[in-house]
């Protein structure tokens, strides 16, 4: 695992001073995943690539120093927390539905010393009523189809901030499918990067979707909404 991060690392933006941390992360993910299922990779290095390198993928967006970021649909941290160890001055809130997950997120981040990384647990579509235009970055990984994930992420990012969306490299009728939606929503696609994961030959790909207007007030709706007429 620890050839892979510094082989990784410094290909995606990132120091290897970072590596105990990720190293620790990694062992606690994989105990607690002994009795809650937090995730389906068990090989540290598979962990190390799939997880982490492909988590902090996302620093290639730029300009991300200094900015306050929400992952949505974090489940076990991805791709929040690695992106927070990595590069300790973002300001990282991680928020998911499943309380036993943000449990682990509390525990992790405590053991960890990360005591600034917000652990939320939520709805994002309820957490966006208080929270609205909030974020520079909104991002999220493997939690829906950019129809409803467009709804979901766009109202709680502040206008002219961008809503990052970690995809297949696959995904161009999905983002098709989204393009009304993102429009409804005030968010047009800006960028879409596609990389190989470090070590290995994966190709995954990350939206970078620039909030241009503030998005009308009636979205999101409730969650049976956006599912049964995604935008
Ligand atoms: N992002 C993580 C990753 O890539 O490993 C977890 C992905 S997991 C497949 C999807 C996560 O999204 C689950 O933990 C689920 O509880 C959460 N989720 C689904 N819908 C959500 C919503 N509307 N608001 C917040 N979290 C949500």
């Known amino acids: 695992m620890r050839e892979i991060l510094e082989t990784g690392l ?5 120091g290897i001073e970072c590596i105990p941390q990720l190293e620790e992360f990694t062992r606690l993910l994989l105990e607690k995943n002994q009795v809650m299922n937090l995730t389906a990779i068990t090989d540290p290095g598979e962990v190390a690539t799939l997880h982490l390198l492909d988590s902090l993928a996302v620093w290639q967006a730029g300009g991300l120093e200094g900015r306050s ?22 300001h990282v809130s991680l928020l998911d539905s499943l309380g036993k997950r943000v449990a682990f ?4 981040c405590a053991a960890l ?10 709805r994002a579509e309820e957490f966006a009523r208080d929270h609205r235009g909030r974020f520079d970055v ?7 189809n950019l129809r409803i994930l467009a709804e979901l ?10 809503f990052l969306s970690m995809k297949a490299v696959d995904s161009r009728e999905e983002i098709q499918g989204a393009e ?23 190709r995954h790909r990350l939206l970078v979707i620039r909030k241009k207007k503030e998005t009308p007030r009636q ?4 969650f049976a909404q956006i599912k049964k007429q995604p935008l």
């Open 10 to 14: 410094p290909q995606v933006g990132a």
């Open 69 to 90: 970021l929400l992952d949505v649909g974090t489940g076990a941290g991805f791709p929040g927390l690695p992106l927070r160890i990595a590069h300790p001055d973002l």
């Open 105 to 108: 997120l509390q525990e992790t």
């Open 113 to 122: 010393g990360l005591a600034d990384v917000e652990c939320i647990h939520g």
């Open 138 to 144: 909104v991002v999220s990984r493997a939690v829906a």
């Open 153 to 162: 992420c766009l109202p709680l990012v502040k206008t002219g901030g961008r």
């Open 180 to 202: 009304k939606a993102l429009e409804k929503l005030g968010g047009a696609l800006e960028q879409v990067i596609d990389y190989t994961i470090p070590t290995t030959d994966i």
């Open 219 to 222: 979205y999101p709706r409730r």
